[in-house]
C-alpha cells in the first residue's frame, strides 16, 4: 500500500561524507520534491523534479544535488555532508499541474551528521 | 515570495472537545490553494483537508473543517469531536495556481488529552 517509498528511514555519517538518499513513487507521478523538515522551520524545498532529467532549486539548495534518470525515482545527494545537514528529510511527489494536486510524502529519512 | 504563518507552535485540545489551529498567508497570486496536512509521532505525513481560493464555501472532511477568509489571508483548521487519534504536527500549506512548489508553515504540535 505505500505509494512513496524512501530507501533509509535513518541514517548516520560522518563529516565530509558522500550521502545518496533515494525515494521511490509507484504512482506515475510527474513531479518529485525534496524537503528538509527542522523543527520551528518546517518544511523547506530543496529541490523539485517536474520531469526525468529536469530538476529545479528550491529555497535552500546549497550543499545538496539530486537526480532523476527514471520517472519512478528521484535521488538526493549531498556531496560533502556536514554537521548543519542533520535534518528530517522528506521526500513528496504530485501530479503535476493544474489542479489542487495534494503532496504524497513518504516516511522521511532522519539523517545525523555527526 | 509567498509566505505561510503559523503563530502557534503548540496547542491542546481536551478530547470530544473542538480546536482551532490558525493560519495566515501572504500572496499577490489570485488563483492559489491551500491546504492542510498532519503527521503524526513517527508517521508519514498525509493530507487533512484542501481548499481552492476561487471558492467561496469552506471545505469540510468529516470533523475536520476551514475557516478561509480570503481579503484576510487566513486559513484556520477546526478539528470538532477531538480524539487521541489526532495529536500530530499540523501544517498549513499554500500553492500557488502556476506553479509547482508547496510552501509550508512552520507547524503547529497539538496534544489530545484523554
Known amino acids: 500500500d505505500v505509494k512513496v517509498t524512501q530507501s533509509s528511514r535513518y541514517l548516520v555519517k560522518r563529516t565530509g561524507e558522500k550521502v545518496f538518499l533515494e525515494c521511490v513513487q509507484d504512482?506515475?507521478?510527474?513531479?518529485m520534491f525534496w524537503y528538509r523538515q527542522d523543527p520551528g522551520l518546517g518544511l523547506r524545498l530543496i529541490y523539485f523534479?517536474?520531469?526525468?532529467?529536469?530538476?529545479e532549486k528550491g529555497d535552500i539548495p546549497e550543499g545538496y544535488s539530486v537526480s532523476r534518470e527514471k520517472k519512478e525515482r528521484f535521488s538526493l545527494i549531498l556531496e560533502s555532508a556536514s554537521t548543519n545537514q542533520t535534518s528530517m528529510y522528506l521526500c513528496?511527489?504530485?501530479?503535476?499541474?493544474?489542479?489542487?494536486?495534494?503532496?504524497?510524502f513518504g516516511a522521511g529519512s532522519r539523517l545525523t551528521v555527526l | 515570495a509567498q509566505t505561510v504563518t503559523q503563530s502557534q507552535p503548540e496547542m491542546s485540545v481536551q478530547e470530544a472537545e473542538t480546536v482551532t489551529l490558525s493560519c495566515t498567508y501572504d500572496t499577490s497570486e489570485s488563483d492559489y490553494y491551500l491546504f492542510w496536512y498532519k503527521q503524526p509521532p513517527s508517521r508519514q505525513m498525509i493530507l487533512v483537508i484542501r481548499?481552492?481560493?476561487?471558492?467561496?464555501q469552506n471545505a469540510t472532511e468529516n470533523r475536520f473543517s476551514v475557516n478561509f477568509q480570503k481579503a484576510a489571508k487566513s486559513f484556520s483548521l477546526k478539528i470538532s469531536d477531538s480524539q487521541l487519534g489526532d495529536a500530530a504536527m499540523y501544517f498549513c500549506a499554500y500553492r500557488a495556481y502556476n506553479n509547482n512548489d508547496m510552501r509550508f508553515g512552520a507547524g503547529t504540535r497539538l496534544t489530545v488529552k484523554p
Open positions: 481548499q481552492e481560493a476561487y471558492k467561496q
Open positions: 513528496a511527489s504530485s501530479l503535476v499541474l493544474p489542479g489542487a494536486n495534494v503532496l504524497t
Open positions: 504512482m506515475d507521478h510527474e513531479n
Open positions: 523534479s517536474y520531469d526525468v532529467k529536469m530538476k
